[in-house]
């Protein structure tokens, strides 16, 4: 018998592919396939059905099998200092967290979606810099939240056993691979993982690469995204891109990935139709320069920043010799539902030459 050799699968964001809200999970499903996508990642098991019905559920998961796609999924933020923000899994439980989240778990595991996505705070994009992330929140040190996430997780953690799936938490904006990596160990990775999104790490000045090769043996699930990152007033600039416009170093690090899962599922992240968000936010602040940010990422070595340093300057030499458009000329372009469609269908095809670059076995498009 011959045995099948394990191959990348590549697909998209279910809250981001366009239209999302209007088509919902069966009708994304569906698109996501005439563009070539391989499956879906909804980033909670809520935005497939809000009232967890067990019958719609699995009507989704059906459509996914008959259409030979992956479905991702997962539960919601694990910080309990974020949790206030995100009430519907407080409902979800009838006014029991702990209730809502094994729900949640039950019914993702009654579909056979056993790795689930977290995360532990979400993003102020309506700030700017230090503000916007909770990492450096005045009224609870980030020490805190991450002491009591860790406490949260290990009431997750026979619940997670028991149902056989595998609580993972996203390289996220405010959190580092390194605070990350503790978080697991701690929590035990038979029942945690990482989801690596790939540019978020910029936002912690992580290189890609360096933080790829951290959280590698506990890799599960992806958010793929590129980035510029640039200087600019404040610091530097961070603005989502179409692969191989940003400075993401793909063909280097999807060998990283492939190594630690050969079987893993590339899920691109794009950025938001503006028919779907209206009102996108402008770039990221990194404040690079700040001592009191880089007082905040005590990890962060010297040879890390200056390797990350040393990637944006090479960055800007692209910018200047116009191989790629700089922050303004970008932000000015239009950005409605048939640009997104080719920012994912050309982030896929870089995905794809990547792989075929590295030696990496990514499976055909549909």
Same mark, same amino acid.
């Given at each position: 018998m011959t045995s099948i050799e394990p191959q990348l699968r590549i697909g998209v964001d279910g809250r981001k592919i366009p239209e999302a809200d209007k088509r919902g999970a069966?009708?994304?499903?569906?698109?996501?396939?005439?563009?070539?996508?391989?499956?879906?990642?909804?980033?909670?098991?809520l935005e497939m059905s809000p009232t967890l019905d067990l019958g719609e559920l699995r009507e989704i998961r059906a459509c996914a099998d008959e259409l030979d796609m992956y479905l991702e999924t997962g539960l919601g933020k694990v910080n309990p200092y974020a949790l206030a923000e995100t009430?519907?899994?407080? +409902?979800?439980?009838? @006014?029991?967290?702990?209730?809502?989240?094994? /729900?949640?778990?039950? *019914?993702?595991? =009654?579909?056979?979606?056993r790795e689930l996505?977290?995360?532990?705070?979400?993003?102020? +994009?309506?700030?700017? @810099?230090?503000?916007?992330?909770?990492?450096? /929140?005045?009224?609870? *040190?980030?020490? =805190?939240?991450?002491?009591?996430?860790?406490?949260?997780?290990?009431?997750?953690r026979p619940i997670a056993l028991d149902l056989g799936v595998h609580v993972n938490l996203e390289t996220h904006e405010e959190i580092t691979t390194f605070e990350l990596v503790r978080l697991v160990e701690a929590g035990g990775p038979d029942a945690f993982g990482i989801v690596f999104d790939t540019a978020n790490v910029l936002i912690r000045v992580e290189h890609p690469l360096m933080a790829a090769r951290r959280v590698a043996p506990y890799i599960r699930q992806t958010h793929m995204k590129d980035a510029h990152v640039a200087h600019g007033e404040g610091g530097l600039l961070y603005q989502m891109r179409p692969f191989g416009d940003g400075v993401m170093p793909f063909e280097q690090i999807l060998p990283i990935v492939a190594e630690a899962n050969p079987s893993m599922n590339l899920t691109i992240e794009n950025a938001e139709s503006a028919d779907d968000f209206p009102r996108r936010p402008g770039?990221?602040?990194?404040?690079?320069?700040?001592?009191?940010?880089?007082?905040?990422?005590?990890?962060?070595?010297?040879?890390?920043?200056?390797?990350?340093?040393g990637m944006v300057r090479s960055y800007e030499q692209r910018i200047a010799k116009g191989?790629?458009?700089?922050?303004?000329?970008?932000?000015?372009?239009?950005?409605?539902?048939?640009?997104?469609?080719?920012?994912?269908?050309?982030?896929?095809?870089?995905?794809?030459a990547a792989c075929d670059r590295a030696g990496v076995p990514v499976a055909p498009a549909p």
């Open positions: 069966i009708g994304s499903l569906h698109h996501a396939r005439e563009l070539g996508m391989q499956g879906l990642f909804f980033r909670t098991v009430p519907e899994v407080r +409902a979800i439980g009838e @006014g029991d967290t702990l209730l809502g989240f094994r /729900r949640m778990m039950e *019914a993702c595991a =009654e579909i056979e979606c996505w977290s995360a532990t705070a979400n993003l102020k +994009a309506a700030f700017r @810099g230090r503000l916007s992330i909770d990492r450096f /929140r005045t009224d609870v *040190a980030w020490e =805190e939240q991450l002491r009591s996430t860790e406490a949260f997780l290990k009431r997750l770039p990221a602040l990194i404040e690079v320069y700040d001592p009191e940010f880089l007082a905040g990422h005590p990890d962060l070595s010297v040879e890390e920043l200056a390797a990350y340093l191989e790629v458009l700089g922050l303004e000329d970008y932000a000015d372009k239009p950005f409605g539902y048939h640009e997104t469609v080719a920012f994912i269908k050309d982030s896929a095809a870089h995905l794809r």
